[in-house]
């Protein structure tokens, strides 16, 4: 049977690059609650403060890079492809780590390396005006400062429908470093699941939603990720050398 592989990432794919997440301590977000940086109503109410944060983070792009996690999910996905096998990449993160690595991702919350205009709607990829105390103003239409293009909580997420018709699709399910504890992407394991596709999950602890019949991968994604990719790519036959 052709493998058809369905993948969901979050921050724990992300944390051996050094990224900062809410919940690391002495991180990014750590002085910061949700809501006053986090919200369409904390854009509303004080976006110098909301701008400012966000700044920092995408200035913080300049000083990651992929790990092997994120270069091993690209390996498979190009493997898949020589294979004419389906895969499908979907991330809870902001940060461009998995685009960097080579894949082609479904960015459920955005990415920090674009800005948006919320009056006329252009987006816009930047990485150049990055100075936590000037907004950049829309060329397209003058309003005077973009927003971050991310999803904040109380906005919906991106790509829902077209993960879930995935799913339904998939042989294979793998979550990478996500608490199981964020909708609606904590439901796509259990969805999974249902459908009878096979159900793997990596994380440094198992997640709120995992179940027993998952395969639970313990460890550090940038440790576990790479050897499982490998034992995939030979038991499907795939080029190793993709």
Same mark, same amino acid.
């Given at each position: 049977?052709?493998?058809?592989?369905?993948?969901?990432?979050?921050?724990?794919?992300?944390?051996?690059?050094?990224v900062?997440?809410? @919940?690391?301590?002495?991180?990014?977000?750590?002085?910061?609650?949700?809501?006053?940086?986090?919200?369409?109503?904390?854009?509303?109410?004080?976006?110098?403060?909301?701008?400012?944060?966000?700044?920092?983070?995408?200035?913080?792009?300049?000083?990651?890079?992929?790990?092997?996690?994120?270069?091993?999910?690209? =390996?498979?996905?190009?493997?898949?492809? %020589?294979a004419?096998?389906?895969? /499908?990449? #979907?991330?809870?993160?902001?940060?461009?780590?998995?685009? =960097?690595?080579?894949?082609?991702?479904?960015?459920?919350?955005?990415?920090?390396?674009?800005?948006?205009?919320?009056?006329?709607?252009?987006t816009?990829?930047d990485?150049?005006?990055?100075?936590?105390?000037?907004?950049?103003?829309?060329?397209?239409?003058?309003?005077?400062?973009?927003?971050?293009?991310?999803?904040?909580?109380?906005?919906?997420?991106?790509?829902?429908?077209? #993960?879930?018709? @995935?799913?339904?699709?998939?042989?294979?399910?793998?979550?990478?470093?996500?608490?199981?504890? #964020?909708?609606?992407?904590?439901?796509?394991?259990?969805?999974?699941?249902?459908?009878?596709? =096979? /159900?793997?999950?990596?994380?440094?602890?198992?997640?709120?939603?995992?179940?027993?019949?998952?395969?639970?991968?313990?460890? @550090?994604?940038?440790?576990?990720?790479?050897? %499982? #990719?490998? /034992?995939?790519?030979?038991?499907?036959?795939?080029?190793a050398?993709?």
């Amino acid at each position: 049977m052709r493998p058809a592989v369905v993948v969901l990432t979050g921050a724990g794919v992300s944390a051996d690059s050094g990224v900062s997440t809410f @919940r690391d301590a002495g991180g990014l977000w750590e002085e910061q609650r949700l809501e006053d940086v986090a919200t369409p109503e904390a854009w509303a109410r004080d976006p110098a403060l909301v701008w400012r944060f966000y700044q920092l983070r995408r200035a913080q792009l300049a000083e990651v890079e992929p790990n092997p996690a994120h270069l091993a999910l690209a =390996r498979l996905e190009r493997a898949l492809a %020589l294979a004419g096998a389906p895969f /499908t990449l #979907v991330s809870q993160n902001v940060d461009d780590l998995h685009a =960097r690595a080579g894949s082609s991702v479904l960015s459920m919350h955005g990415q920090l390396r674009v800005l948006a205009c919320e009056a006329c709607g252009r987006t816009l990829e930047d990485d150049a005006h990055l100075d936590p105390e000037s907004f950049v103003p829309c060329s397209a239409c003058g309003h005077p400062r973009l927003r971050p293009d991310v999803v904040w909580f109380g906005e919906l997420p991106r790509f829902v429908d077209q #993960v879930e018709v @995935r799913l339904h699709e998939a042989t294979h399910f793998l979550a990478v470093g996500t608490s199981g504890a #964020v909708w609606p992407a904590a439901g796509f394991l259990g969805l999974a699941r249902a459908t009878g596709t =096979r /159900t793997f999950v990596n994380a440094l602890e198992a997640p709120d939603n995992a179940g027993e019949v998952d395969h639970f991968l313990p460890g @550090r994604a940038a440790e576990v990720i790479p050897g %499982l #990719v490998d /034992t995939w790519i030979d038991e499907w036959g795939l080029s190793a050398h993709a």
